[in-house]
């Protein structure tokens, strides 16, 4: 079942520890189920291309989708392309997740395999689009990245969904506020949004319509150039239920 227009769910979170469950769904992942509208067992196909389609770690988001009343799949590149058309796949589904890790890999390798194509199609069909780390600055123009190394450098070749940067873990990282500022600031990147751990970017087409939260105290920005200089402006943060207080 789509949503009833284009969405995107960009986050700094999504995934906890669980309690018998290595992982389990944090209320960041559950929103991005819940924008979809669907109705019985949730359909979540996961892209896990910026951590390299760990199977590990997919059989553990298996584990936590199954305790949460989800059936997830899983779109591979590696080591080849796991379905013969990523569009129908991705259409057979409710909600896409996309994991954090390389956002540089992730954006090479999705349009190497007309991935960035299927998406698009997903998106503007109503599949809720949401992920985590890598998984939302690609839904961007672009952000900070440690693809490259341990010294943050700006990605500016995302897929351009909806017009602007993205700034994540802005309140773990101590590179990431100061950089994604001064890269707004000289015009590297558009005005944007960041999030703290634990916080997510509602957007509905091209819209920034709400930030939310799945951990008390945690925040959201808007961050502007002003002449030479980035303005941030702290936006007012919706408390997810079933959040950690």
């Excluded at 799949?73 to 909600?95: I, K, R, S």
Aim: charged share 20%; hydrophobic share 40%; net charge negative.
């Amino acid at each position: 079942m789509p949503a009833d227009e284009p969405t995107i769910l960009a986050t700094s979170g999504g995934l906890r520890f669980g309690s018998r469950t290595r992982f389990e769904f944090a209320p960041l992942l559950r929103y991005a189920l819940e924008l979809s509208g669907a109705t019985g067992r949730p359909r979540l196909c996961v892209l896990d291309t910026a951590g390299g389609d760990q199977r590990w770690f997919q059989a553990f988001f298996a584990e936590a989708g199954e305790a949460a009343g989800v059936s997830v799949g899983f779109l591979n590149v590696f080591p080849m392309p796991n379905v013969e058309d990523p569009t129908a796949y991705l259409l057979d589904h409710d909600a896409v997740w996309v994991g954090g890790g390389s956002v540089a890999n992730l954006l090479a390798l999705w349009r190497l395999h007309g991935y960035d194509a299927a998406l698009t199609a997903a998106w503007r069909a109503g599949v809720v689009l949401a992920g985590v780390s890598a998984g939302s600055i690609c839904w961007h123009v672009g952000g900070t990245t440690d693809s490259f190394g341990p010294d943050l450098r700006p990605v500016t070749d995302g897929l351009a969904f909806v017009p602007y940067s993205n700034g994540v873990h802005y309140d773990s990282e101590s590179q990431r506020r100061p950089l994604y500022q001064r890269l707004i600031g000289e015009g590297a990147l558009p005005d944007g949004f960041a999030t703290d751990d634990g916080a997510g970017l509602l957007y509905r087409s091209v819209t920034m319509v709400e930030a939310v939260s799945e951990m008390a105290g945690k925040g959201a920005y808007s961050v502007r150039r002003q002449g030479s200089q980035a303005v941030e402006e702290r936006l007012e943060v919706r408390l997810l239920p079933g959040s950690s207080r």
